[in-house]
């Protein structure tokens, strides 16, 4: 029987602008899931109601093995978080801050930290008023990690770092995590960094799970065809997701790209002309246009 880092099912929550309706998504023990969405789509609400933070209207949420928020106290002992905005007291250090997340978790791995001080080329006695914004991120990535967490939940944490700093955060948290598996929900509206981290890929959007699927799964079905239009050209094609036309070209997108669907094409009076396959950021797109 596969055993889940989290389960929510049947879950539905009202606000007075927002609502998630019938929201049923699910971590395998062991995967990292990627949790796409543009702001407002309610990633932050899923993530309140895994943290214990908000109780749904209806539904079930469990988080290993543990009913929230009824037993949010037990589950956080194993969960680990990190987010953009997370604050550390700037006239400590971060060996000081080391040694009060180890009084107060006693599984805190004193050795790991200290591994990871040289994997992201960090100084414990420095103080933290002294690091850069991506040194304080890679820091607070430190904290969480060296806890060895059951879930590791991962909340935009690279959000307002420049292109080369969240690139090599994200490198180095690719790296560690390939080193030592682990449940980990990564949120973010960055698709090029859930990418890199990714088993598994859930689109949200309007409070709605719009695909969940693995990486390799996207990127193979998913595809663009540049085509001609001919005389006898259908207004609709099987397995389009959009068609755009301009005079006589017209772009299909497609959910079915197989070695067969050129051919289906040609068959509804599009003559190929250039076939291309489409980014993640791209596919994301293309099932929020669909959805809404």
Request: hydrophobic share 40%; with cysteine.
């Amino acid at each position: 029987m596969q055993q889940f880092a989290f389960e929510m099912r049947d879950i539905s929550i009202r606000y007075p602008h927002f609502s998630m309706e019938n929201l049923n998504l699910s971590l395998p023990k062991g995967q990292v899931m990627g949790l796409v969405g543009v702001n407002g789509a309610g990633k932050s609400t899923t993530i309140r109601m895994l943290m214990g933070l908000v109780k749904a209207d209806a539904g079930e949420v469990k988080v290993l093995g543990y009913d929230l928020p009824a037993q949010q106290v037990q589950a956080k002992y194993d969960i680990g978080f990190a987010s953009d905005d997370m604050r550390l007291y700037k006239s400590q250090t971060l060996q000081w801050h080391m040694d009060f997340i180890h009084s107060v978790f006693p599984q805190f791995d004193q050795a790991y930290a200290k591994e990871l001080l040289k994997r992201f080329e960090l100084i414990g006695d420095q103080k933290i008023k002294g690091l850069s914004h991506g040194q304080r991120v890679k820091a607070c990535l430190l904290l969480v990690l060296a806890r060895r967490p059951k879930l590791l939940v991962l909340d935009e944490p690279t959000t307002g770092l420049d292109p080369v700093a969240r690139d090599e955060v994200i490198s180095e948290l690719a790296d560690i995590l390939r080193d030592d598996e682990r449940s980990v929900l990564f949120s973010s509206h960055n698709t090029h960094d859930i990418e890199k981290l990714s088993d598994q890929i859930a689109f949200l959007d309007r409070g709605k799970l719009l695909a969940l699927e693995d990486k390799e799964s996207y990127l193979e079905r998913w595809g663009r065809f540049r085509c001609q239009l001919q005389p006898n050209a259908s207004e609709t094609v099987a397995g389009a997701v959009s068609i755009k036309r301009n005079g006589q070209l017209a772009e299909v997108i497609t959910d079915q790209c197989t070695a067969e669907y050129a051919v289906e094409l040609q068959q509804a009076g599009f003559k190929v002309l250039e076939q291309h396959r489409m980014s993640l950021e791209e596919i994301f797109v293309a099932n929020v246009k669909r959805s809404r």
